[in-house]
């Protein structure tokens, strides 16, 4: 009697008919999970290693600068000086923290208005035509809007002020305003779109109007997430380089008017990185200021994720 053939692609089967792979479930779960771990393990370590380099690199200019911590918080940032070269980081922390409240000012309140409306007011027709175009201006590289607001922008708000030039801390805050707000509105609507409709329906069954409703039981409701977004969004607004580099004028000095020209750390290590000599004074200068903002950043998203996680467990 012929003994019967089977096709490659069939799997080999056991007396229980089931293919030979099934028999060790144990195993694959096993493997799979010391998979998942070395993997989170693996991006952990890059961030630690990113920590280390940077704070490696910084710390010869710490320890060895004639400037002393005090001249790096408080001085002038002026390292093309001949007679007197100053490294104080203080007027780049105060152009990123300038810019970052002109683009909070403007793109918390209308993005939380916009997450408002298309969580809760627009229709599925609105929603359509709306978030694919959120999405879209999410998309759009840094470069592209820098050239917008160097070519566009800039000039309308020269025109607007009577300025002699329009490259100021206004056109970067508004600009990066306009970066935020797509991860400000899309994580706002989730968290709006979480609260329960139990909640919706209590308030209206007594009495409330939809407006009520929204105001006074969605939006504290949603409190949480919201935050996170706008914490979120901003993070992106401080570490933004090139839309600011091209758009604030680029000027190191102290100043709380946002319509003169600053200069943000960002802007500072793009604009200087590639033209100082390697292990140079200067060199390491940067690396304090990449320090500085890697902190902030960091410390930022921090808030935003414990935010969040809170926000998931409630």
């Avoid at 209308?110 to 229709?123: F, K, R």
Wanted: hydrophobic share 55%.
């Amino acid at each position: 009697m012929a003994t019967p053939s089977f096709p490659n692609n069939v799997p080999a089967l056991n007396s229980s008919n089931q293919p030979i792979w099934c028999l060790q479930p144990q195993f694959t779960d096993k493997l799979i999970g010391w998979i998942l771990k070395i993997t989170a393990l693996t991006s952990i370590l890059i961030v630690a290693l990113i920590f280390f380099y940077i704070g490696s690199e910084a710390a010869p200019f710490l320890s060895d600068n004639h400037m002393g911590l005090e001249g790096l918080l408080t001085g002038k940032w002026n390292p093309a000086s001949s007679v007197d070269k100053q490294y104080g980081l203080l007027p780049l922390v105060n152009g990123s923290l300038l810019v970052t409240i002109i683009a909070g000012l403007v793109a918390v309140p209308v993005s939380l208005a916009a997450a408002t409306y298309i969580a809760e007011i627009a229709g599925p027709t609105e929603n359509s035509i709306l978030k694919p175009i959120i999405e879209l201006l999410a998309g759009i590289p840094s470069v592209v809007i820098g050239f917008f607001g160097l070519m566009v922008l800039a000039p309308a708000v020269k025109a607007v002020f009577g300025l002699p030039s329009g490259l100021n801390a206004l056109s970067a805050g508004l600009l990066l305003a306009l970066m935020a707000m797509p991860t400000m509105i899309s994580i706002s609507e989730d968290a709006l779109r979480s609260v329960p409709n139990a909640f919706r329906e209590a308030s209206v069954a007594l009495g409330a109007s939809k407006i009520e409703t929204i105001f006074f039981v969605v939006l504290p409701a949603g409190l949480p997430g919201i935050t996170a977004a706008m914490l979120l969004g901003l993070g992106r607004v401080i570490g933004e380089t090139m839309a600011v580099l091209m758009v604030t004028g680029n000027a190191p000095i102290l100043t709380l008017s946002p319509l003169e020209s600053v200069r943000t750390m960002t802007a500072t290590v793009a604009a200087e990185m590639g033209e100082v000599p390697f292990g140079s004074e200067h060199y390491h200068a940067l690396f304090c200021v990449g320090v500085t903002l890697l902190f902030a950043t960091f410390l930022l998203n921090m808030s935003a994720q414990a935010i969040l996680r809170r926000f998931q467990t409630h």
